[in-house]
Protein backbone atom coordinates (compact mmCIF):
# COMPACT_ATOMS: atom_id res chain seq x y z
CA UNK A 1 0.00 0.00 0.00
CA UNK A 2 2.53 2.30 0.65
CA UNK A 3 4.68 1.78 -2.82
CA UNK A 4 1.12 3.12 -4.28
CA UNK A 5 1.30 5.60 -2.30
CA UNK A 6 4.66 6.58 -3.20
CA UNK A 7 3.82 5.76 -7.62
CA UNK A 8 0.96 8.41 -6.76
CA UNK A 9 2.71 10.63 -5.20
CA UNK A 10 5.21 10.77 -8.02
CA UNK A 11 3.45 11.16 -10.65
CA UNK A 12 1.40 14.04 -9.00
CA UNK A 13 5.45 15.87 -8.54
CA UNK A 14 5.67 15.17 -12.58
CA UNK A 15 2.40 16.69 -13.69
CA UNK A 16 1.95 19.58 -11.34
CA UNK A 17 5.82 20.36 -12.01
CA UNK A 18 4.83 20.73 -16.19
CA UNK A 19 6.66 17.56 -17.45
CA UNK A 20 3.08 17.45 -19.61
CA UNK A 21 3.53 20.49 -21.74
CA UNK A 22 7.11 19.16 -23.09
CA UNK A 23 5.38 17.18 -25.76
CA UNK A 24 3.07 18.79 -28.14
CA UNK A 25 2.17 17.35 -31.35
CA UNK A 26 1.57 19.60 -34.76
CA UNK A 27 -1.89 19.62 -35.22
CA UNK A 28 -2.89 22.03 -37.77
CA UNK A 29 -0.72 23.01 -40.69
CA UNK A 30 1.84 25.66 -41.49
CA UNK A 31 -0.22 27.19 -44.87
CA UNK A 32 -2.03 30.12 -44.62
CA UNK A 33 -5.68 29.23 -43.25
CA UNK A 34 -7.60 29.76 -47.15
CA UNK A 35 -5.56 26.60 -48.12
CA UNK A 36 -7.84 23.77 -48.22
CA UNK A 37 -6.99 22.13 -51.93
CA UNK A 38 -3.89 21.57 -53.25
CA UNK A 39 -3.05 21.26 -56.93
CA UNK A 40 -0.73 18.81 -57.87
CA UNK A 41 0.11 18.95 -61.77
CA UNK A 42 2.48 16.83 -63.60
CA UNK A 43 6.31 17.42 -63.02
CA UNK A 44 8.22 19.35 -65.70
CA UNK A 45 11.72 18.08 -66.79
CA UNK A 46 14.38 19.77 -68.02
CA UNK A 47 17.16 18.75 -70.84
CA UNK A 48 19.70 17.07 -68.18
CA UNK A 49 15.96 15.76 -65.85
CA UNK A 50 15.15 14.00 -68.93
CA UNK A 51 14.73 10.38 -67.84
CA UNK A 52 12.06 7.51 -68.26
CA UNK A 53 8.87 8.06 -65.63
CA UNK A 54 11.12 9.81 -63.26
CA UNK A 55 9.27 13.39 -63.15
CA UNK A 56 5.56 10.66 -62.62
CA UNK A 57 7.14 9.08 -60.05
CA UNK A 58 7.99 12.52 -57.91
CA UNK A 59 4.58 13.58 -58.82
CA UNK A 60 2.76 10.64 -57.43
CA UNK A 61 4.98 10.59 -54.75
CA UNK A 62 4.25 14.37 -53.41
CA UNK A 63 0.56 13.67 -54.07
CA UNK A 64 0.49 10.40 -51.76
CA UNK A 65 2.27 12.28 -49.37
CA UNK A 66 -0.12 15.20 -48.82
CA UNK A 67 -3.15 13.30 -48.69
CA UNK A 68 -1.01 10.97 -46.38
CA UNK A 69 0.19 14.34 -43.79
CA UNK A 70 -1.97 16.86 -44.84
CA UNK A 71 -4.12 17.54 -41.97
CA UNK A 72 -7.12 17.28 -44.44
CA UNK A 73 -5.78 19.26 -47.50
CA UNK A 74 -7.29 17.75 -51.18
CA UNK A 75 -5.46 17.27 -54.11
CA UNK A 76 -6.47 17.54 -57.13
CA UNK A 77 -3.99 17.56 -60.60
CA UNK A 78 -5.92 20.62 -62.47
CA UNK A 79 -5.71 24.38 -61.00
CA UNK A 80 -9.20 25.30 -61.46
CA UNK A 81 -10.95 25.13 -57.85
CA UNK A 82 -7.28 24.76 -55.94
CA UNK A 83 -6.25 26.90 -53.39
CA UNK A 84 -2.59 26.98 -54.05
CA UNK A 85 -0.92 25.01 -56.11
CA UNK A 86 2.83 22.89 -55.75
CA UNK A 87 5.03 23.25 -59.01
CA UNK A 88 7.66 21.13 -59.39
CA UNK A 89 10.60 20.72 -62.07
CA UNK A 90 12.98 17.38 -62.19
CA UNK A 91 16.10 19.56 -63.02
CA UNK A 92 19.21 17.02 -63.32
CA UNK A 93 19.57 13.10 -63.60
CA UNK A 94 22.92 11.51 -63.09
CA UNK A 95 24.28 8.36 -61.61
CA UNK A 96 27.67 7.51 -61.43
CA UNK A 97 29.94 4.91 -60.71
CA UNK A 98 31.57 5.03 -56.94
CA UNK A 99 33.00 1.80 -55.91
CA UNK A 100 34.86 -0.30 -58.69
CA UNK A 101 35.16 -4.34 -58.65
CA UNK A 102 38.63 -6.58 -59.30
CA UNK A 103 37.98 -6.20 -63.10
CA UNK A 104 37.71 -2.34 -63.00
CA UNK A 105 34.12 -2.08 -63.72
CA UNK A 106 31.17 -0.34 -61.32
CA UNK A 107 29.32 -1.91 -59.05
CA UNK A 108 28.53 0.42 -56.98
CA UNK A 109 26.27 3.53 -58.88
CA UNK A 110 25.32 7.32 -57.15
CA UNK A 111 21.75 8.17 -58.35
CA UNK A 112 21.88 12.37 -57.78
CA UNK A 113 18.12 14.05 -58.92
CA UNK A 114 17.78 17.78 -58.24
CA UNK A 115 14.28 19.43 -58.29
CA UNK A 116 13.19 22.51 -58.32
CA UNK A 117 9.57 23.53 -56.31
CA UNK A 118 7.47 25.97 -55.53
CA UNK A 119 4.19 26.23 -53.54
CA UNK A 120 1.94 29.39 -54.85
CA UNK A 121 -1.16 30.47 -53.45
CA UNK A 122 -3.59 31.20 -56.25
CA UNK A 123 -6.15 33.33 -54.14
CA UNK A 124 -3.35 36.01 -53.16
CA UNK A 125 -0.88 35.10 -55.89
CA UNK A 126 2.23 34.72 -54.07
CA UNK A 127 5.28 32.40 -53.06
CA UNK A 128 4.60 30.53 -50.03
CA UNK A 129 7.78 27.99 -50.44
CA UNK A 130 10.29 27.76 -53.22
CA UNK A 131 13.48 25.88 -53.04
CA UNK A 132 15.02 25.46 -56.43
CA UNK A 133 17.90 22.82 -55.32
CA UNK A 134 16.34 20.00 -54.15
CA UNK A 135 19.15 17.37 -54.15
CA UNK A 136 18.42 13.65 -53.55
CA UNK A 137 21.17 10.90 -53.82
CA UNK A 138 20.69 7.04 -53.09
CA UNK A 139 23.07 4.23 -54.18
CA UNK A 140 22.72 0.93 -55.79
CA UNK A 141 24.99 -2.25 -56.52
CA UNK A 142 25.40 -3.94 -59.70
CA UNK A 143 25.58 -8.00 -59.28
CA UNK A 144 29.12 -9.82 -60.42
CA UNK A 145 27.14 -12.32 -61.82
CA UNK A 146 25.12 -11.70 -65.43
CA UNK A 147 22.62 -14.47 -64.22
CA UNK A 148 21.29 -12.63 -61.65
CA UNK A 149 21.34 -8.77 -63.47
CA UNK A 150 18.37 -7.14 -61.85
CA UNK A 151 18.79 -3.25 -62.48
CA UNK A 152 18.45 -1.47 -59.66
CA UNK A 153 17.76 2.25 -61.05
CA UNK A 154 13.78 2.35 -61.05
CA UNK A 155 13.84 1.25 -57.38
CA UNK A 156 16.25 3.25 -56.53
CA UNK A 157 14.74 6.40 -58.62
CA UNK A 158 11.05 5.46 -56.40
CA UNK A 159 13.05 5.55 -53.11
CA UNK A 160 14.24 8.94 -53.81
CA UNK A 161 10.84 10.15 -55.12
CA UNK A 162 9.42 9.07 -51.79
CA UNK A 163 12.42 11.19 -50.02
CA UNK A 164 11.88 14.03 -51.89
CA UNK A 165 8.04 13.38 -51.07
CA UNK A 166 8.43 13.58 -47.48
CA UNK A 167 11.34 16.03 -47.11
CA UNK A 168 8.89 18.65 -48.99
CA UNK A 169 5.84 17.85 -47.76
CA UNK A 170 7.20 17.80 -44.27
CA UNK A 171 8.50 21.26 -45.51
CA UNK A 172 6.02 22.78 -46.38
CA UNK A 173 2.74 21.67 -44.27
CA UNK A 174 4.76 22.38 -41.11
CA UNK A 175 5.20 25.74 -41.75
CA UNK A 176 9.02 25.65 -42.49
CA UNK A 177 10.04 28.08 -45.12
CA UNK A 178 6.15 29.19 -45.92
CA UNK A 179 6.12 32.79 -45.85
CA UNK A 180 2.94 34.24 -44.84
CA UNK A 181 1.71 37.93 -43.72
CA UNK A 182 1.41 38.29 -40.10
CA UNK A 183 -1.38 40.76 -38.94
Do not use: H, W
Request: charge should be positive.
Amino acid sequence: MRYFRYIFLTAVIFAGSGFTECYKPVTNSGLPKNIKVVAVPAFQFEAKGLRYRVESRFTEAVSREIIRRGNGLKVQSSRTGADAVLEGTIRDFSFTGVLLDNSGRARVYEVTIVVAVTIRDLAANKILYDNQNFTFRDSFEFSSDPRSFFNEEDPAVERMARAFAESAVSAFVNGMGVREDKK
